[in-house]
C-alpha cells in the first residue's frame, strides 16, 4: 500500500512539473514531507522547553513530560544515576513514598511528583516512552537549601527613640512565601500590643520589612523572621540610651563607648613569702585599652588608683 502511495505521489510530481523525471529537490520535498506525516502519527515528545528545574528542602518537587501520540505505549520515569524504575504508567515503582507518578485521563501530561525533596534528590530524572527503541528526554532537578536572611546582618544598636528597621530576605525558594511571621524572642509581634509597629511584604521579591517606630530599651531582643516555606533568620537587636552615634543603627554591630563590659580582675600579690591571689569581677566602661592581658594601666584606668601586677581580660 505504501509503495502504491509513493508512486502516486512520485507520478502526480511529475504531472506537477510537466517533467517525466521529478527534480531532485521535489524528491526531498516528497522525502521530508512522507517523514513529517510519519513523524506526526508516531510518539514524540514537545513543549521541551522546560527540563530545569529548582525545589527547596521539604518541598514537592513536579517533572512535567508531554507527549503526543502515545497510543497503547507506556510513559516511565527512571532515576538515572541508579537506573531505578519510579514509576511506569501512573503507578509507583519506588519503596520510596515520596515517589508518585501523576496523569490525567486524556492529558498529554505525565508527572512526576517528588515529596519533601532531600538535597539527595539532585540529580537527572528520564521520561521514557515504550516505542522500539525506545524514546526518552531527560530532566535534572536541583535541590537547594532555602534560607532566610536578616539584611542588617546578625547584631545591631538602635538609639532609645529611634526607628528599628529590620528587612527579611528568603531565597532558594521555587515559590514565594504565604506568609513571613516576625518573632521577638519567643513571642510574635503583636501589632495590637504595641503601636507603631507595622510589616511590609513583597511577595513577588520575597521579602518582609519590620518597622519599630520610637523604640525604647523594652524593644530590645532577638527578632525573628519566620517564612512559611524556608529555615528562620535571627538578629539581636540592642535598644540603648545614648546620644552618641555610634549606638544608631547600622550596618554592623558597632561598640559604643557607653555600653557597660565586665572585667575579671586576677591579682597576685607577694606578701611575706606568702603569695595571694585574688579575682574579681569588675563591671566598668568600654576602653579600647581593653585586651587580654594588659597591665596596670587599664585597672587604674577603671578603679582610679594604682594596683600590682595584674592581668584584664574583657569578658
Same mark, same amino acid.
Given at each position: ?99 508518585? #507518578?501523576?496523569? +490525567?485521563? @486524556?492529558? *498529554?501530561?505525565? /508527572? ?6 532531600? $538535597?539527595?534528590?539532585?540529580? &537527572? ?22 534560607? #532566610?536572611?536578616? +539584611?542588617? @546582618?546578625? *547584631?545591631?544598636? /538602635? ?6 528597621? $529590620?528587612?527579611?530576605?528568603? &531565597? ?144
Amino acid at each position: 500500500m505504501k509503495v502504491i502511495l509513493l508512486a502516486f505521489l512520485y507520478g502526480l510530481l511529475g504531472l506537477l512539473s510537466g517533467q517525466d523525471n521529478p527534480s531532485k529537490d521535489d524528491i526531498f520535498d516528497l522525502t521530508n514531507y512522507t517523514m513529517n506525516e510519519k513523524l506526526k502519527q508516531e510518539p514524540h515528545f514537545y513543549n521541551t522547553s522546560i527540563r530545569d528545574y529548582k525545589a527547596a528542602v521539604g518541598q514537592p518537587a513536579y517533572l512535567h513530560c508531554f507527549v503526543k501520540n502515545l497510543g497503547d505505549r507506556e510513559v516511565s520515569w527512571i532515576r538515572k544515576r541508579d537506573l531505578h524504575i519510579l514509576a511506569v504508567g501512573v503507578h509507583a515503582y519506588s519503596r520510596d513514598p515520596r515517589f508518585a #507518578a501523576i496523569h +490525567t485521563e @486524556g492529558s *498529554e501530561d505525565w /508527572v512526576l511528583r517528588v515529596a519533601n525533596v532531600q $538535597l539527595r534528590d539532585t540529580g &537527572a530524572y528520564e521520561c521514557q516512552v515504550s516505542t522500539e527503541p525506545k524514546m526518552g528526554i531527560t530532566f535534572w532537578l536541583t535541590v537547594e537549601v532555602s534560607k #532566610a536572611e536578616i +539584611t542588617t @546582618g546578625t *547584631e545591631v544598636l /538602635v538609639r532609645a527613640g529611634s526607628d528599628i528597621n $529590620l528587612t527579611c530576605r528568603v &531565597a532558594n525558594v521555587a515559590e514565594p512565601p504565604s506568609f513571613i511571621y516576625w518573632y521577638r524572642d519567643t513571642n510574635m509581634i503583636n501589632y495590637a500590643l504595641r503601636g507603631g509597629v507595622s510589616v511590609e511584604t513583597d511577595q513577588h521579591l520575597r521579602t518582609s520589612r519590620l518597622l519599630v517606630a520610637r523604640a525604647s530599651t523594652k524593644d530590645s531582643g532577638n527578632y525573628t523572621c519566620v517564612p512559611s516555606n524556608s529555615d528562620t533568620a535571627s538578629i539581636m537587636v540592642h535598644v540603648v540610651n545614648s546620644e552618641r552615634p555610634q549606638a544608631m543603627q547600622s550596618g554592623v554591630a558597632s561598640t559604643p563607648a557607653s555600653m557597660n563590659y565586665f572585667y575579671k580582675l586576677k591579682l597576685s600579690i607577694s606578701l611575706g613569702g606568702w603569695r595571694i591571689s585574688l579575682r574579681r569581677r569588675i563591671r566598668g566602661v568600654h576602653s579600647s585599652a581593653c585586651r587580654p592581658r594588659v597591665g596596670n594601666r587599664v585597672v587604674q584606668e577603671q578603679l582610679d588608683k594604682p594596683l600590682p601586677t595584674a592581668q584584664v581580660t574583657c569578658l
